[in-house]
T-cell receptor
Framework: QQQVKQSPQSLIVQKGGISIINCAYE??????FPWYQQFPGKGPALLIA?????SEKKEGRFTISFNKSAKQFSLHIMDSQPGDSATYFC????????????FGTGTSLTVIP | NAGVTQTPKFQVLKTGQSMTLQCAQD?????MYWYRQDPGMGLRLIYY???????DKGEVPNGYNVSRLNKREFSLRLESAAPSQTSVYFC????????????FGEGSWLTVV
């Protein structure tokens, strides 16, 4: 059973466009929601993260929107660049059960020039 | 600052052979994890160690064992490798405190033939 559901599986965006990746969860015990970026041959690296008491967090071109009542959160990449082409994972942490992190299935983003 | 270091980077095993993946972190983190990454499946938790001296099963523990040797080191052992264990394995660590995220190693590519 997938604890965190992520969509779409792949995404192609023109340079300068907006990339949007969505995630949904069911377990209300999750208390922290990070996004990771992974380039081929590398480990995932933290991109941006949000707590459930905040509805939006912005860092440069990257924004997380969080809807606690709908149990959904999304990553928006503004002014997408070819260098943003990577796989993106959403995740959710459950601190009260040993600090477990659950990951979505990933979105392969391609930004075309 | 090395962060999370895992070895080996690449390994080919024959079915039935055993091997151990080694992982060490230099961030004084309490929690350590082993994930496997397969196409379309995202990152799935194999085992984790919330703190030194404890280990717990994750989502896909069958066929694996772990040892939390000390606070720095967390190894993953395949006792009798199977082709279904062909995957990319990531070790990760986290401080375990509220709001802290998870840091990944570079990955170990394992092929079982």
């Amino acid at each position: 059973q997938q604890q965190v559901k992520q969509s779409p599986q792949s995404l192609i965006v023109q340079k300068g466009g907006i990339s949007i990746i969505n995630c949904a969860y069911e377990n209300t015990a999750f208390d922290y929601f990070p996004w990771y970026q992974q380039f081929p041959g590398k480990g995932p690296a933290l991109l941006i993260a949000i707590r459930p008491d905040v509805s939006e967090k912005k860092e440069g071109r990257f924004t997380i929107s969080f809807n606690k009542s709908a149990k959904q959160f999304s990553l928006h990449i503004m002014d997408s660049q070819p260098g943003d082409s990577a796989t993106y994972f959403c995740a959710a942490r459950m601190q009260n059960t040993g600090n477990q992190f659950y990951f979505g299935t990933g979105t392969s983003l391609t930004v075309i020039p | 600052n090395a962060g999370v270091t895992q070895t080996p980077k690449f390994q080919v095993l024959k079915t039935g052979q055993s091997m151990t993946l080694q992982c060490a972190q230099d961030m004084n983190h309490n929690s350590m994890y082993w994930y496997r990454q397969d196409p379309g499946m995202g990152l799935r938790l194999i085992y984790y160690s919330a703190s030194e001296g404890t280990t717990d099963k994750g989502e896909v523990p069958n066929g694996y064992n772990v040892s939390r040797l000390n606070k720095r080191e967390f190894s993953l052992r395949l006792e009798s490798a199977a082709p279904s264990q062909t995957s990319v394995y990531f070790c990760a660590s986290s401080s375990g405190t509220s709001g802290n995220t998870i840091y990944f190693g570079e990955g170990s590519w394992l092929t079982v033939v």
